[in-house]
């Protein structure tokens, strides 16, 4: 049995749509020694709703981290955006004993919405 995590708590239980696949990604935030960090990895998974993704850096739940994606330059009009969306840790998987990484989670600060002509919008509302 796993042990909860902060989005077990605070999740109303919704299964929600997201994508799979892998976007270049840099994350900052506050390691748990209190040195800011800046770190590149890659997204295994995200939503409108939250992020995960592979980390080195030792967080702990609740840390806020902020994370600067590249979009693929087909949904950018072969142009280098980036999306920054800001979260808080919700669930830490430990790597296997091979690996310093860990399996990040965060819930975002507010639900972002890519639509199919590239543009963002910003909804409040959760």
Do not use: C, W
Not at 19 to 30: A, N, S
Not at 65 to 94: F, H, Q, R, W, Y
Not at 96 to 102: C, H, M
Request: hydrophobic content about 30%; glycine content about 10%; aromatic content about 6%.
């Amino acid at each position: 049995m796993s042990k909860p995590s902060l989005d077990d708590i605070y999740s109303p239980g919704i299964k929600e749509h997201g994508f799979t696949f892998p976007l270049p990604t840099v994350v900052e935030g506050i390691d748990t020694g209190g040195a800011s960090f800046q770190e590149e990895t890659t997204l295994s998974y995200i939503s409108h709703q939250r992020s995960t993704f592979a980390l080195k850096n030792g967080v702990t739940l609740g840390t806020k981290l902020k994370l600067i994606i590249d979009l693929p330059k087909k949904l950018a009009e072969d142009k280098n955006l980036k999306l920054a969306l800001k979260g808080k840790v919700v669930s830490i998987e430990m790597g296997g004993r091979q690996t310093t990484k860990r399996t990040i989670t965060i819930k975002f600060d507010s639900k972002y919405i890519i639509g199919p002509d590239g543009a963002s919008s910003r909804g409040d509302k959760e």
